[in-house]
């Protein structure tokens, strides 16, 4: 889980610079996509609204990427 801290922030760029995402590659860059999502929804904001982080494909992309969107009201 992310925690707001230095530690935890640290952590988290760990995690996801472990993931190989070179562009452009489809498969890569929606493993890194999905990745953020997980972390995203561990969050209790996110687990009490899972409706406000949402994983969207891009419209006419041929390498079928996705964006990660998410929001706080």
Do not use: K
Not at 27 to 42: D, F, G, P, Q, S
Request: hydrophobic share 40%; aromatic share 6%.
């Amino acid at each position: 889980m992310i925690t707001n801290t230095p530690q935890g922030l640290y952590e988290l760029l760990l995690d996801l610079v472990s993931i190989p995402s070179v562009s452009p590659n489809g498969a890569t860059e929606n493993a890194m996509a999905e990745r953020i999502v997980t972390h995203l929804r561990e969050l209790p904001y996110f687990q009490a609204h899972p409706q406000d982080v949402q994983r969207l494909p891009l419209s006419e992309d041929p390498l079928q990427r996705h964006f990660v969107f998410a929001r706080v009201r």
